[in-house]
Structures are given as C-alpha cells and as structure tokens.
C-alpha cells in the first residue's frame, strides 16, 4: 500500500500546477475533476489529466485523479476519459453508500480486464463528507477490495450537518474519530481534512500533528507550501524510531527466551505497545528513516 503522508489536489485543467507537483516530492498527487474545475472546463479537465498520465513523469509519486461524485451524471465520463492511461487509482467524492464504490470498482475491473492488466492494479480512495456517509462508514469501509483508503471531508460534511467550522473542530471530531475507527477494523488508510488557510504553516502543523495522535495516517493539502510541514508531522521523530526499535528488540529477545510481559525503561511492555511500535517503524520505513 502506498504510504500517504500527504495527498496534494491539483486543478485538473491546469497543466502548469500538475507539471509543478511532480517537482514536489508528494506522497500522492491528486488531479481533480470535481471541486476545483469549473462545470464549463469539465471536459478540459479530463483532455489536459490524460494528457499528464501520458506524458508527465511523476517520479515516485502516486498519481491519483479524483472524479465527480455518481450519481452526478459525469462520472462515467469522467472514468472513461482516464482509465486507459492507467493512473495509480481513482479518487471518489462524496460517497454515500457502498454500491457507488462497486460500481466504479465493476468499471475499473472491466478495462483491466480488456487491458490484460493485472486485476485491482487500480485501486480507490473513497471521500466520506456527507451525514449519510458517516453513518454508513462500515458498507463503505467494507464494500471492496480495491479500497485502500478513507478521507475525510470537513467542509463539505459540515455544510450538510448545518454546523459552523472552528479552529478547534469539535463539530467535526466525532466523524473524524469514527472515520479512522472504521479504517483501522478494516486495514485502510485514514486521511484527514484539508486545513484551507495554506499561509499559516503552524496551523497546519498543529493539525496534522493532532491528526498523527488521532491515528490518521495522512492528509489532505491544496498548496505546494503546505507538502513539507504535512510529511514531516506523519513521519515519526529520530526519537519515536530509537524508542521503537529498542522495544521491539527487546520484545524478540524476551520472546526467545519464553518471556511474555516485561519491563522496559520502568514500564510493562504489552502487546498494544508492540504493535504501536510496530506501525511506527512501518510509517518511518515508508519515509525512508529506518
């Protein structure tokens, strides 16, 4: 599974900032075809991502394109227009409930199929933004098996609850918290929100980091200012690895010698504390730290 630090949303009908984010180094880049294209550039939008696939060199990272949402009458084209030229996976707005995912799933599996590519090479990302959507979260979590990873939309979930977004964001930590409950019982990724104010680099960081604590394996960003400081709060510390990789070598030894719970440093080392240690060195493998 790709590691997914941050997700970065470029315009899908502007060749220029898609050619700049592969410059970047982002984990993912996602062209979009839904929120940040205008109705009258839509086909545009699917002529200039083709294009980007085709003939852009990405380096190492993911090239995503996020779709209109089905049900919106666009989608189909919108697949049509993009799958032949492989891209690493699909993005899906505004889901709702599980048979939205199977059927981009069944469209995807019929040109791999046609294709002679390996089946679920392409893989999906579902966006849960809608009430609806929130309290469907185990169909969806569980709906296919090429989802990898749940996002979570902040504005357009609060617009449809009819809260006010804050700073803080207690309107939307319960769905926050549910989302990454319901990723973690069914092994996908969690990514959280897009922090919009992309000049306040402390803002973000504190977000992303709280994220990190939360469980959240990534995030959403909308500015090439924003790539750094979102890779760096999901990449865990010189520290955080030492300490890990100190108690996971502790644990083997214990284990070798017929030795369950142990102390470590003065305190019980059980088996929630190795799996977090574990998942530590995951993310810092992934970063290229250990």
């Not at 979102?230 to 996971?248: D, G, H, M, R, V």
Request: glycine fraction near 8%; charge should be negative; aromatic fraction near 6%.
């Amino acid at each position: 599974m790709h590691a997914r630090r941050a997700i970065l949303y470029m315009p899908g009908d502007d060749m220029h900032k898609i050619r700049k984010a592969t410059t970047l180094g982002v984990d993912s880049i996602c062209m979009d075809m839904e929120d940040g294209v205008a109705l009258n550039r839509k086909a545009q939008a699917r002529s200039t991502i083709s294009s980007a696939l085709k003939n852009l060199d990405f380096g190492h990272s993911e090239r995503l394109v996020r779709i209109n949402a089905v049900g919106t009458g666009l989608e189909a084209e919108d697949l049509a227009s993009v799958l032949t030229d492989k891209p690493d996976g699909i993005v899906i707005p505004k889901v709702q409930d599980a048979d939205q995912i199977r059927w981009v799933s069944r469209k995807i599996g019929k040109i791999e199929n046609e294709s002679g590519w390996n089946p679920g090479s392409t893989v999906l990302l579902v966006v849960v933004e809608t009430a609806r959507g929130v309290i469907n979260l185990k169909e969806i979590a569980g709906s296919d098996s090429r989802l990898q990873a749940l996002i979570f939309g902040a504005e357009d979930f609060s617009s449809d609850i009819g809260a006010t977004r804050t700073i803080a964001g207690s309107e939307v930590f319960y769905a926050r918290s549910t989302l990454v409950a319901h990723a973690g019982a069914f092994g996908l990724q969690a990514i959280d929100m897009i922090y919009i104010n992309f000049h306040d680099t402390e803002g973000l960081k504190n977000e992303a980091l709280k994220g990190a604590v939360m469980g959240f394996s990534g995030k959403q960003i909308i500015h090439p200012a924003q790539v750094t400081p979102t890779q760096e709060s999901f990449t865990p510390s010189e520290e955080e690895i030492q300490k890990a990789s100190q108690l996971l070598d502790s644990f083997y030894l214990h284990q070798e010698a017929g030795i369950g719970v142990f102390a470590l440093n003065g305190k019980l080392i059980e088996a929630p504390m190795i799996k977090s240690a574990e998942r530590i060195l995951e993310r810092a493998r992934a970063a290229g730290k250990y």
